[in-house]
């Protein structure tokens, strides 16, 4: 072979081996994007789950505590109050809410 075929296969090696490197960095970076874009939006699913989890318990204590409230308000509208019913209801409440571990 003529030395102008073997530098010119050499030179054309080295551009194919130059092109492949670039796209297989850009092939890296994008699948990381893609990895980071994946785990954002499974971050994002596993949040809206739990706010989704606390509304729903915050509801349900709002509506334990409106229960209560009733009760108690009844008691004390009774004629005549009934206080002692009252203060116990209150004192249990109390007692079960410092009994419950947050």
Excluded at 8 to 33: C, E, K, N, Q
Aim: positive net charge.
């Amino acid at each position: 072979m003529s030395p102008f075929v073997t530098s010119t296969i050499a030179a054309v090696s080295a551009i194919v081996a130059a092109g492949l490197l670039l796209v297989s960095l850009h092939a890296s970076r994008r699948s990381d994007r893609d990895s980071a874009r994946e785990e954002a939006l499974a971050l994002a699913e596993t949040r809206k789950q739990m706010i989704d989890q606390l509304r729903a318990l915050l509801e349900q204590t709002r509506m334990e505590a409106r229960r209560n409230l009733i009760v108690l308000r009844r008691q004390l509208e009774d004629s005549p109050p009934d206080v002692d019913g009252a203060l116990w209801r209150i004192r249990s409440l109390l007692k079960h809410e410092s009994a419950t571990p947050r």
